[in-house]
């Protein structure tokens, strides 16, 4: 860990700490923004708290009107205050298929690359697995990149009944293609999928050699053919609801508002595979145990196909998506042991 991380650690508790008792001092005190001082607390405490992150997510999901204002308010207190190694820089693109793109970038003066976080079809780019994912990479003064993808759960705007794996691939060309342009961008270039995300940065990664240096896959779905197998081999019955009915119900991580998915994301997606030729760089496969939607021994398989440079880790006892603070935990200590060859 860089050692500018125990030294802002303290310093982002305090001040996030004492906004939050300015903002619940000032509900009895009407002189007092407590409101206000509330949000700002939070804000700052989300870079170090994931319950205060979970949280923040949670507002800004059901009151969209407040996102804005708070993301570029926490921008500005972690650039005044210095309280971390990386700034947060929240930005939208255009999405090829209309409307916006939001993007998290989270730069570093320290920097030993460019890490690129891809989230799953079911998720958004900053739960509680990705802030994993990206503190890991962080820490090892690696540039991160999130982004929402267009038509999915976050902050990018569109439908999600149209959400698919090609528009999917679409929004990580134009990422990479925009982080490319940044003064930060430095080689070399980390992909980082977890489920869909996995799946949609190995195939750029087999399509760009040149430009992916490596690859960390968290439960990928390596197909959309193994990704049909596997669901109707563990619940066949729902599976075939899902088809009959011409859609399912998904559940936002965060908010746990309820989304419709069509079944037109799994005919789209049987239309890719990442086979594991054509993938020269070295790759690490997170593999769950109690994995029920990317198999376990398919992921070894895999692997072993792929050959020397690629490694399974096992994640004992966690399932498709970390969760539980324990499954967080366990994800956390095998992430510690990998040794990026890339950098």
């Known amino acids: 860990m860089h050692p500018l991380y125990k030294k802002t650690r303290q310093k982002t508790l305090l001040i996030g700490t004492f906004a939050v008792l300015i903002g619940l001092f000032g509900t009895?005190?009407?002189?007092?923004?407590?409101?206000?001082?509330?949000?700002?607390?939070?804000?700052?405490?989300?870079?170090?708290?994931?319950?205060?992150?979970?949280?923040?997510?949670?507002?800004?999901?059901?009151?969209?009107?407040?996102?804005?204002?708070?993301?570029?308010?926490?921008?500005?207190?972690?650039?005044?205050?210095?309280?971390?190694?990386?700034?947060?820089?929240?930005?939208?693109?255009?999405?090829?298929?209309?409307?916006?793109?939001?993007?998290?970038?989270?730069?570093?003066?320290?920097?030993?690359?460019?890490?690129?976080?891809?989230?799953?079809?079911?998720?958004?780019?900053?739960?509680?697995?990705m802030n994993t994912l990206a503190e890991a990479l962080k820490i090892r003064g690696f540039c991160v990149v999130r982004f929402d993808a267009c038509n999915g759960l976050g902050d990018s705007t569109g439908d999600f009944t149209k959400f698919s794996t090609t528009s999917y691939r679409k929004n990580l060309e134009q990422v990479i293609e925009w982080a490319g342009t940044k003064k930060w961008w430095q080689e070399p270039l980390v992909l980082v999928g977890h489920s869909l995300g996995g799946l949609v940065a190995g195939m750029y990664a087999r399509e760009h050699q040149a430009e992916v240096d490596e690859l960390i896959l968290l439960a990928p779905s390596l197909s959309g053919e193994s990704y049909v197998e596997t669901y109707k081999r563990q619940n066949a019955t729902d599976f075939d609801a899902w088809e009959k009915s011409g859609s399912r119900i998904i559940k936002h991580p965060i908010s746990h508002e309820e989304f419709s998915l069509p079944f037109s994301f799994v005919k789209d997606m049987e239309q890719y595979s990442l086979a594991p030729t054509n993938l020269p760089m070295p790759i690490t496969v997170l593999a769950g145990t109690l994995d029920t939607i990317s198999d376990y021994a398919e992921l070894k398989a895999f692997c072993e196909k792929v050959g020397n440079h690629a490694t399974l880790r096992k994640l004992a006892e966690v399932g498709h998506t970390p969760q539980s603070h324990k499954e967080i935990g366990t994800l956390e200590q095998v992430l510690a042991k990998i040794k990026l060859k890339s950098k």
């Not at 204002?69 to 205050?81: A, G, H, N, S, W």
């Not at 700034?87 to 255009?94: G, M, N």
């Open 28 to 129: 009895f005190v009407p002189i007092l923004p407590g409101t206000a001082f509330v949000l700002l607390g939070v804000s700052v405490l989300s870079l170090q708290s994931k319950i205060a992150m979970r949280l923040l997510i949670t507002l800004r999901t059901r009151y969209p009107k407040i996102a804005t204002p708070v993301k570029r308010t926490e921008t500005l207190l972690v650039d005044f205050f210095n309280l971390t190694t990386h700034r947060r820089e929240y930005t939208s693109l255009p999405c090829v298929d209309g409307g916006t793109l939001s993007i998290l970038a989270e730069p570093t003066e320290y920097i030993a690359g460019t890490a690129i976080l891809l989230h799953s079809a079911s998720g958004t780019a900053e739960t509680d697995v």
